[in-house]
């Protein structure tokens, strides 16, 4: 006789918290990104607007917060949160974030609701219904103090859910108060920042489009092509953005390509270039004139690139599918470059608060293994440079292992390039982004921008 197996698909009318469920329970068994997992859900599973916000509220608070609501869950429950079946340590985890962050959701609904999701798993729900409820309501009860106080690594590695490799890096380097800083903003939610496609619109008559639409719009303080939008909801419903008038990029990325200051005309290469951010607004930069060649070791991110050109309006990039750390074929290698971008792949731990699942998979081992990576890529790019030429090398990484350190070999390996001050093509308003080696860091900014890092290099003539 067939045993018929509990199915482990969402219902055909997806909540926002079952939604929420599949979606971190996937992320955490599979390693999945969340924003991509969630748009899969959702499309799948279309919800209401209001529903579909609170499935992301709930899936990011919950990635962004996970220790936290681990170490105070672990203070109530009879079984640690490690040990439980991965579906109940998700059910508690969004039944602990509701209690816990979402004020506005009374405790009673919270716990309902969580006790509900248990019975959409394969767990027993007989036993962990009860289960659930019970550490649910002592959660509620019980006085739990905010964090350890064991010192300040696990006292603010807890507090701002911060893995404690990384926090008590950051306070050797930054010390306490700076560091416990940094981690907290891990935990906060990024603002949504858009950039002009000035080969179509100003940033000021785009700013006046949205408002007609009865969105609300202020410009970036640093970027000159940027705005900052207040509560929008979801991107896809703005009829702006299909008609190619903007980009969605935090504004410390719209700073790279203004470092590069590619010119109409150029050629261009862009060695890491998906999902294609940097390279349309090269391509803006240039008046849609010259041409870039837009580099990528993964075919289905390059599918990306091609979309954002087409949708922004964009005929000068070229694709191409290739491994820039790697020798280039013949005809790249006769081609002699005007300008190159190197975007380099990093830690992305100055992303943390966009990609807050990274949190709980990365490890200081990662430091030592990017830079290997990103002085191949640096020595296999600089190859193609025309006497003369220029060079950006950018991360979204914090730390100086892959920055800083990794500018300082190339140049000591390679005496025909120098540093340049990025100063003279920041505006003014950036100017305490420019470090003491001329480099760009958003590490100290108060504009609520992710942490990029970048320095110019110019090939001797």
Not at 45 to 70: K, M, N
Not at 160 to 173: D, K, Q
Not at 373 to 380: A, C, F, M, S
């Amino acid at each position: 006789m067939t045993t018929h197996q509990p199915s482990n698909k969402p219902p055909r009318r997806a909540t926002a918290r079952t939604l929420a469920q599949r979606v971190l329970l996937d992320v955490e068994q599979h390693e999945t990104a969340a924003n991509e997992t969630l748009d899969e859900q959702l499309r799948r599973f279309p919800l209401e607007a209001r529903d579909r916000a609170l499935a992301q509220e709930l899936i990011y608070g919950v990635l962004r917060h996970r220790s936290r609501l681990d170490w105070r869950l672990d203070q109530v429950a009879s079984k640690p949160m490690a040990k439980l079946p991965a579906h109940i340590r998700t059910v508690l985890r969004l039944g602990a974030y509701q209690l816990l962050c979402l004020h506005k959701i009374p405790p009673s609904a919270a716990v309902n609701e969580s006790v509900s999701l248990v019975k959409t798993g394969r767990t027993a729900p007989g036993y962990w219904t009860g289960f659930v409820n019970a550490v649910l309501r002592a959660l509620i009860r019980t006085d739990i103090p905010e964090e350890p106080a064991d010192g300040p690594v696990p006292s603010l590695s807890i507090r701002h859910s911060c893995p404690p490799w990384l926090t008590e890096r950051w306070i050797a380097r930054f010390g306490t108060e700076r560091a416990a800083a940094l981690c907290e903003a891990t935990t906060t939610v990024p603002p949504l920042t858009i950039r002009a496609n000035t080969l179509r619109i100003s940033r000021d008559v785009l700013q006046a489009g949205l408002a007609e639409l009865g969105y609300q719009a202020r410009s970036t303080a640093v970027s000159p092509v940027g705005l900052v939008l207040e509560k929008c909801g979801s991107i896809e419903e703005i009829p702006l953005f299909h008609e190619g008038l903007f980009y969605v990029e935090d504004e410390a990325a719209q700073l790279i390509p203004l470092l590069l200051d590619p010119q109409p005309g150029e050629l261009v290469l862009d060695a890491c270039a998906a999902p294609g951010g940097k390279t349309t607004h090269l391509a803006a930069r240039m008046e849609n004139q010259g041409e870039i060649i837009a580099l990528d070791r993964s075919a289905a991110r390059l599918k990306f690139v091609g979309e954002n050109c087409r949708r922004l309006g964009i005929t000068i990039v070229h694709p191409i599918r290739a491994d820039a750390t790697a020798p280039f074929s013949s005809t790249a290698r006769d081609r002699h470059f005007d300008r190159i971008l190197v975007d380099a792949p990093c830690s992305g731990l100055g992303v943390l608060r966009r990609h807050p699942e990274a949190k709980w998979r990365k490890e200081a081992a990662s430091l030592a293994r990017h830079p290997a990576i990103q002085r191949q890529t640096l020595d296999q790019v600089s190859r193609l440079l025309r006497p003369g030429g220029v060079l950006v090398y950018s991360t979204c990484s914090s730390e100086p292992e892959e920055n800083e350190q990794v500018i300082d070999q190339f140049c000591r390996e390679h005496q025909d390039f120098h540093r340049e001050s990025i100063a003279p093509w920041l505006p003014p308003s950036g100017s305490s982004f420019v470090t003491i080696q001329g480099d760009l860091s958003t590490m100290s900014n108060d504009q609520s921008m992710d942490l990029f890092f970048a320095a110019r290099l110019r090939k001797a003539s």
